[in-house]
C-alpha cells in the first residue's frame, strides 16, 4: 500500500470531476447513442472541453455565489436583459444547455424541447450548489418557477433517464440541507446581498474528487485539510492510497491537470440589471 499527498483547487477539482464523468460508461453511450444534457456550470465546463476538445464560449452561469452576493452571471444577465425578463423567466425556455445528439453539440435549443426527447439511455448532467453527509443535495432556486432542475426532474421521471450530480468537495455544507432548506426562500428573506435564493433538497450523492480519483485511478482519496491563499482559496489537500501503480497513474492525472483555471466571469452592472427579486437591482453597488 503506498501513500501520496495531493492538493486540488476548486478549478482543478472540477477538471478532474469532469474528466472521471467523461470515461463513465453511461455518458459514452449516451454520446455515441443519443443524448447528453449538460447544465452549464463552473462544475461542467471542463466535461464540455473534453467533450469537444475545444473551450466553451462562456460559462452561461443562470445563478452564482459572487464576492457581492447571490447574482447571475454576465452573459445570462445580458440575455435576460434583451428578452425583457418576458420568455426566459420560464425555465423550461432556458436556451444556453449544452446539447450534445450522438456527440454532435447543439446549442440555442429550448431546455423542454430536448427533455421531451430524452429517452432511458440519455444522460443529464448536473453541478450542485451543496450537499451533506446524509446523502442529500441541494441547488439553489433563484426562480419562482422552479428553476430548470424542477423541469428535469418532471421529465426524468416519465422518461427514466440518468441524473449525474457533480460537486467539488468545497461544496459540503456541515448541516442536513434537509432542514437548512426550510430556511431558505424568498418568502422567508426580508434582506440579502444579491438575489434570496431558495434551496431545493434532493436524495443523491454527487461525483465529488472522491469518487473521481476512485474511477480514473482505482485509488482511495481522504481529505485531511481544506482552505488555502495565494490562489489555492477553497482547496481541499487529500491524501490517496492505493496499490503502488493505481497512485503513481492518480498522481500523474493530477499533476496533468495542475494549473487548470476557469475563464474569467463577466460580473453584470448592479445599476443596469433588472432580475426579479434581486436586492441589488439598479443600484450602484461598490464592493
Known amino acids: 500500500m503506498r501513500r501520496a499527498q495531493i492538493v486540488l483547487t476548486p ?26 444534457l449538460i447544465h452549464p456550470s463552473s462544475s461542467t465546463y471542463f466535461l464540455m472541453e473534453y467533450i469537444t476538445g475545444k473551450k466553451p464560449d462562456g460559462i452561461w452561469l443562470i445563478g452564482m455565489i459572487a464576492p457581492r452576493g447571490g447574482c447571475v ?21 432556458f436556451p444556453f444547455s449544452y446539447i450534445l445528439r450522438k ?14 426527447e430524452m429517452q432511458e439511455e440519455d444522460v443529464y448532467i448536473k453541478g450542485v450548489n451543496a450537499f451533506d453527509a446524509d446523502g442529500h443535495i441541494g441547488i439553489l432556486l433563484a ?6 432542475i424542477g423541469k ?21 455544507i456541515p448541516a442536513s440541507i434537509r432542514n437548512v432548506a426550510k430556511e431558505t426562500g424568498r418568502a422567508n428573506t426580508s434582506d440579502a446581498l ?3 435564493c431558495g434551496l431545493l433538497p434532493i436524495k443523491a450523492d454527487p461525483i465529488t474528487e472522491i469518487q473521481a480519483l476512485k474511477m480514473l485511478a482505482g485509488v482511495e482519496a481522504i481529505p485531511i485539510a481544506a482552505g488555502g491563499v495565494g490562489g489555492a482559496e477553497g482547496s481541499v489537500m487529500m491524501v490517496i492510497k492505493g496499490e503502488e501503480s493505481n497512485v503513481t497513474r492518480a498522481m500523474k492525472m493530477v499533476k496533468e491537470i495542475k494549473g487548470a483555471r476557469l475563464p474569467e466571469v463577466i460580473m453584470p452592472d448592479c445599476q443596469t440589471c433588472h432580475f426579479p427579486g434581486c436586492y441589488f437591482s439598479g443600484k450602484k453597488i461598490d464592493w
Not at 157 to 165: D, S
Request: proline share 2%.
Open 73 to 93: 452571471e454576465g452573459l445570462t444577465q445580458r440575455a435576460f436583459e434583451e428578452d425583457k425578463y418576458q420568455e426566459l423567466t420560464d425555465p423550461a425556455n
Open 194 to 196: 444579491g438575489i434570496p
Open 103 to 116: 456527440g454532435k453539440y447543439e446549442g440555442k435549443v429550448k431546455l423542454i424541447e430536448v427533455l421531451n
Open 11 to 36: 478549478a482543478e477539482s472540477k477538471k478532474i470531476i469532469s474528466k472521471a464523468v467523461f470515461e463513465m460508461d453511461s455518458v459514452k453511450k449516451a454520446l455515441r447513442d443519443g443524448i447528453v
Open 143 to 148: 426562480s419562482l418557477a422552479g428553476g430548470t
Open 152 to 172: 428535469a426532474l418532471a421529465a426524468q421521471r416519465e422518461k427514466k433517464f440518468k441524473i449525474l450530480y457533480v460537486a467539488g468537495l468545497e461544496k459540503f
